[in-house]
């Protein structure tokens, strides 16, 4: 796959995002690696978009697409560093909008998504869920999920040593966005939610380690990562997976942000 268009920039995100075209004619969602935050918003989204598709989230088909002219689109790209490598793109959705309030949710086909994607966000350390990255076609009334560039707790900024203090420490849920986190435990009253989270708690149980490794070890090399980092990003995951029930109850219980 390659980059054939850039079409505008997105004009939100701190990564710089751009809408561009792929010689498949599809559009996508783009994020480049001369973006203001680096390669870790990269890597991150990689890793949860690979995560997503095995938590069986909705989230949008993405491309790792390699770029070796970047100058040559530097007219389209005001806003990114000149910097060739792996692109980032996730498939653009036409005629999505925010998940403003509870009564939005109460509508999707697929309720049972939200609850999963507040355990995934609390697995993944996402403290920056919001309106604008938890969103709702009305077209075919689905929920579904965008923008993973600040996780781990740390957004851009952990490494191999931050990942080790949060392993086995107190899973911290204070700095999650409050309303996105108070729409999804209203929802609770809209669905079966034990008999979900029991499916749920199952299914994440039996994620193997070695296919968490491989989804890191599949990381692209010209995206700065080192072995270590690699080795503790693996640690960290799996030390949330094996602690579900506590997440679970946590959300249970509906504890306050």
Known sequence: ???????????????????????????YVAKFPGNPEGDRALINEYICAELAKLFELPIPN????TINNIESFEQKLPNIKMINGTIFCSEYMERVEPVDDY???????NKEDVLKTLIFDIIIGND??????????FKN????????SHVFNKGVL????????????????SKMKKKPYEIS???LNNI?????????NEQIKNIKKETIANIINNIPQDWTITIEEKNKLIDYLMNRISRIDEICNLIIRGGSV
């Open 62 to 65: 993405y491309e790792l697409v």
């Open 1 to 27: 796959m390659n980059l054939s268009n850039i079409i505008r920039p997105i004009g939100i995100g701190v990564t710089n995002p751009y809408i561009v075209e792929l010689d498949n004619k599809k559009k």
């Open 128 to 137: 920056d869920r919001n309106s604008g990255n938890f969103l709702v076609n």
């Open 192 to 200: 079966n939610y034990e008999e979900v989270i029991k499916k749920y």
């Open 103 to 109: 009564y939005i949710l109460t509508k999707v086909k």
């Open 158 to 173: 952990w490494d191999a040593k931050s990942l080790e203090e949060l392993i086995d420490a107190k899973i911290d849920i």
């Open 185 to 187: 435990i209203q929802l």
């Open 141 to 148: 009334q689905s929920f579904t999920i965008v923008d993973h």
